[in-house]
């Protein structure tokens, strides 16, 4: 079985009928009309029966020359049970990391732990499709997904990061300009040591101390961080599933122009 588009695969599978102990010279198989039918009560869980096609074949081998009857079957594998259970929820996963987009910046905590709650519940989701299917060198259009959507989980704890940094780095800068070592002019006051503790603790604007405080670092501003990520994000990945679904779609029809319809 050719596995590389699993699960939008087509499968080629053959039933044959030779004689092992009698050569073409003694017999030769033929087939009749319509010899073969498929009932139409026979179903498949996972497949989906699209034609057959018959063959006569003459074999050679080293003890000589057999006749051979051969029938393949194409079947077409269902996708139902794997959108329910394994599309539909890596893309509820990756939507749950969007949820920190939202969330406050000064919460940052929770930020972190919805984004690696994500990762882990996608890792987890991987190696439980990968254990029911046999270990194969290739990788398969499941694969592609699902490692697609580990990396917009894994993206989105980099935003987390990437804003928690900036913000540091903001804070950090603004609790320098607004020590009293470095304010210049008279008119600024000297706060007292209770005050700098509070200014530590919270944020305070710049029109609460009067410093020359700055909210972006090197341009970077973390509010315009979640803008973005709250329209990047989800842009990106209805991109990529558009093109996934009508790539693997396309390559996976391979219906042969032989075959007789059941």
Avoid at 45 to 58: A, D
Avoid at 183 to 200: C, P
Avoid at 213 to 229: E, M, R
Wanted: hydrophobic share 40%; with cysteine; net charge neutral.
């Amino acid at each position: 079985m050719n596995l590389q588009y699993f699960p939008m695969d087509s499968q080629l599978c053959a039933l044959e009928a030779e004689s092992y102990g009698y050569s073409a010279k003694d017999i030769f198989y033929k087939w009749i009309p319509n010899g073969v039918g498929v009932s139409p009560d026979v179903q498949l869980p996972q497949f989906k029966l699209t034609g057959y096609r018959q063959k006569e074949m003459n074999i050679a081998l080293s003890t000589g020359n057999y006749s051979r009857l051969s029938c393949e079957f194409q079947f077409v594998r269902s996708t139902g049970y794997y959108i329910l259970q394994i599309y539909l929820p890596a893309c509820f996963i990756v939507f749950i990391s969007w949820v920190a987009f939202w969330l406050n910046r000064n919460n940052m905590l929770a930020r972190v732990a919805v984004s690696i709650t994500t990762v882990l519940t996608i890792i987890t989701l991987m190696s439980s499709v990968n254990a029911s299917l046999p270990k194969i060198s290739y990788i398969k259009s499941i694969d592609i997904y699902l490692f697609s959507c580990f990396l917009m989980v894994f993206a989105a704890l980099l935003q987390q990061a990437t804003v928690e940094y900036v913000t540091d780095c903001i804070n950090d800068r603004n609790k320098r300009n607004r020590s009293p070592y470095n304010l210049a002019g008279s008119h600024v006051k000297l706060t007292t040591d209770l005050e700098k503790n509070q200014m530590e603790q919270t944020h305070v604007s710049e029109a609460e101390i009067g410093g020359n405080q700055t909210t972006s670092f090197y341009g970077i501003v973390p509010a315009d961080l979640d803008k973005w990520s709250r329209i990047g994000f989800p842009l990106v990945f209805v991109v990529f599933n558009f093109f996934y679904y009508v790539i693997y779609s396309i390559a996976s029809d391979v219906t042969m122009d032989d075959l007789t319809k059941p």
